[in-house]
């Protein structure tokens, strides 16, 4: 019930994100550092390390004037890069778990060279 009350940016599964950024309702911005970010990410996937997008780094183009799904290791970093997305009036939500849980559910993770990839 107070999930319902909670204001803020939604949250996804990583199933509801895939399938968002596969039919292209939204961006997929991995905000996670770049030795992250090489040993795995999601096909398709923007990169914006959350240490520059507080540093008000802009958005990728391929991201701006769109809706935005940020991922991280984990989830906690990414619901940090929706707040400050929503403050800039950037429609923003967040997966839950991370790329962890993305792994974790069979998705597709690949490497900075386009090979299988893991999760750092």
């Not at 309702?25 to 997008?53: F, I, K, N, T, Y």
């Not at 004037?65 to 400050?84: H, L, M, Q, W, Y």
């Not at 792994?103 to 893991?118: C, E, H, I, M, Y």
Request: charged residues 20%.
């Amino acid at each position: 019930m107070f999930s319902l009350l909670r204001r803020g940016p939604a949250r996804l599964t990583p199933q509801q994100a895939h399938r968002q950024a596969s039919d292209g309702q939204a961006v997929l911005l991995d905000v996670r550092g770049l030795p992250e970010w090489q040993a795995g990410h999601a096909p398709g996937a923007l990169h914006l390390p959350l240490s520059r997008l507080r540093a008000r780094t802009a958005l990728p183009e391929a991201g701006q004037g769109k809706p935005v799904v940020a991922v991280c290791r984990s989830g906690n970093r990414s619901r940090t890069a929706t707040d400050i997305l929503a403050a800039r009036g950037v429609e923003a939500s967040d997966v839950v778990g991370g790329m962890t849980a993305r792994a974790l559910g069979g998705l597709p993770v690949t490497g900075d060279r386009g090979t299988s990839g893991a999760i750092a």
